[in-house]
């Protein structure tokens, strides 16, 4: 956890959404579910986002442009899950026009808050070579019919992210030649 506090304490400069408005940003968007802002589960300032989902395969969107992300950038954030889904992935989706360009799954076998630090150019199953994205989504596993699942912290780095970031058991592809583990 040292490690992922100090990734994201690297990257402050950069905005950092936190959920703190009084609604859910307009950019957000639930499929199979809803969203709203939770001031019992947070991780940073007083609020996350929570998304609570109602059917298999159901997905968290944002549509925003994101450009840049090329060689050495990344995606940092928070997610929190109440129960913990053995043998089951979170998937991230980064997309330009509807085609998905970018890819990485976090196994949903935790409870509690778990960093996901990943960098776009070694760690995501890239489809094209495409830097610039006009949406991202978090899709819940095929097979888990509703749970809920809380995001804080999100950051897109417009800087170098650090390349010495450990994998854990949810982000076994994150280094995997590492064995300092920091969860």
Excluded: C
């Excluded at 991230?92 to 990485?104: A, H, N």
């Excluded at 950051?155 to 854990?168: K, N, R």
Aim: charged share 15%; glycine share 8%.
């Amino acid at each position: 956890i040292a490690l992922a506090l100090f990734a994201l304490a690297s990257v402050s400069a950069q905005t950092i959404e936190s959920f703190e408005g009084t609604g859910v940003p307009s950019v957000y968007a639930a499929t199979n579910g809803s969203l709203s802002l939770d001031a019992n589960r947070y991780r940073m300032d007083a609020k996350a986002l929570r998304f609570d989902w109602t059917s298999p395969g159901a997905a968290m969107t944002v549509t925003q442009s994101i450009t840049g992300v090329g060689t050495a950038r990344g995606f940092a954030a928070w997610v929190y899950l109440d129960a913990a889904m053995p043998g089951k992935q979170l998937t991230f989706q980064f997309s330009k026009s509807g085609t998905v360009r970018r890819q990485f799954t976090v196994n949903a076998d935790f409870t509690g808050w778990q960093p996901v630090l990943v960098n776009f150019s070694s760690h995501t199953t890239s489809v094209s070579s495409s830097t610039s994205f006009d949406q991202w989504k978090i899709v819940m596993p095929a097979t888990v019919a509703s749970g809920s699942m809380w995001r804080d912290g999100v950051f897109f780095s417009g800087a170098s992210t650090p390349d010495q970031l450990a994998g854990d058991r949810q982000l076994p592809f994150v280094n995997p030649t590492q064995d300092d583990h920091w969860a």
